[in-house]
T-cell receptor, first 116, second 108 residues
Framework: DTGVSQDPRHKITKRGQNVTFRCDPI?????LYWYRQTLGQGPEFLTY????????KSRLLSDRFSAERPKGSFSTLEIQRTEQGDSAMYLC??????????????FGPGTRLTVL | KNEVEQSPQNLTAQEGEFITINCSYS?????LHWLQQHPGGGIVSLFM???GKKKHGRLIATINIQEKHSSLHITASHPRDSAVYIC??????????FGKGTHLIIQP
């Protein structure tokens, strides 16, 4: 499968614990996006990378959230000191990156986080 | 910040009916995306529009830049079209801004 993959697919953690999610984009894609989606809502933008550079961060991304894309390939999203409000589906998407935000984005299956 | 509104929020129709889902946004954009999300979370990009109209199979998407409005149409709807359809707009500094989605159910 050459699509976008995410790991793990599901994560249950206790409040206060740290969690890390991984996203592997389509190999030739330069842009990588992280989104968060809560039940009944559309996705919300968190951050995006152009190659290894993190170019934009949403105001939603508190200091407890950090994302990296060290070699311009896979990316990790870490949440420190998780709170119950962090429970959501975390979606990753990638695009070629030639047309800015007008490129078609290809989404991964998501990581569903439940904070107890 | 762009505000994206979709209507209706929920739609139930019979197989074969012509379906229209609407999307309005508040700030001028460079592109509008229509996405399909099935139960379990997987999102698939259906269309990216910057002007006019696009057609793919039974799906048609139109956009009116002046009116800040787009529609997604499904002809000869089928139960497998049942999904959440999401409109998203781009062009600002915060990536894509998404609507809440339209939950479509097509009954046989």
């Amino acid at each position: 499968d050459t699509g976008v993959s995410q790991d793990p697919r599901h994560k249950i953690t206790k409040r206060g614990q740290n969690v890390t999610f991984r996203c592997d984009p389509i190999s030739e894609h330069n842009r990588l996006y992280w989104y968060r989606q809560t039940l009944g809502q559309g996705p919300e933008f968190l951050t995006y990378f152009q190659n290894e550079a993190q170019l934009e961060k949403s105001r939603l991304l508190s200091d407890r959230f950090s994302a990296e894309r060290p070699k311009g390939s896979f990316s990790t999203l870490e949440i420190q000191r998780t709170e119950q409000g962090d429970s959501a589906m975390y979606l990753c998407a990638s695009s070629l990156g030639r047309g800015g935000h007008t490129d078609t984005q290809y989404f991964g299956p998501g990581t569903r986080l439940t904070v107890l | 910040k762009n505000e994206v509104e979709q209507s209706p929020q929920n739609l139930t129709a019979q197989e074969g009916e012509f379906i229209t889902i609407n999307c309005s946004y508040s700030v001028g954009i460079s592109a509008l995306h229509w996405l399909q999300q099935h139960p379990g979370g997987g999102i698939v990009s259906l269309f990216m529009l910057s002007s006019g109209k696009k057609k793919h199979g039974r799906l048609i998407a139109t956009i009116n830049i002046q009116e800040k409005h787009s529609s997604l149409h499904i002809t000869a709807s089928h139960p497998r079209d049942s999904a959440v359809y999401i409109c998203a707009v781009g062009g600002g500094a915060d990536g894509l801004t998404f609507g809440k989605g339209t939950h479509l159910i097509i009954q046989p």
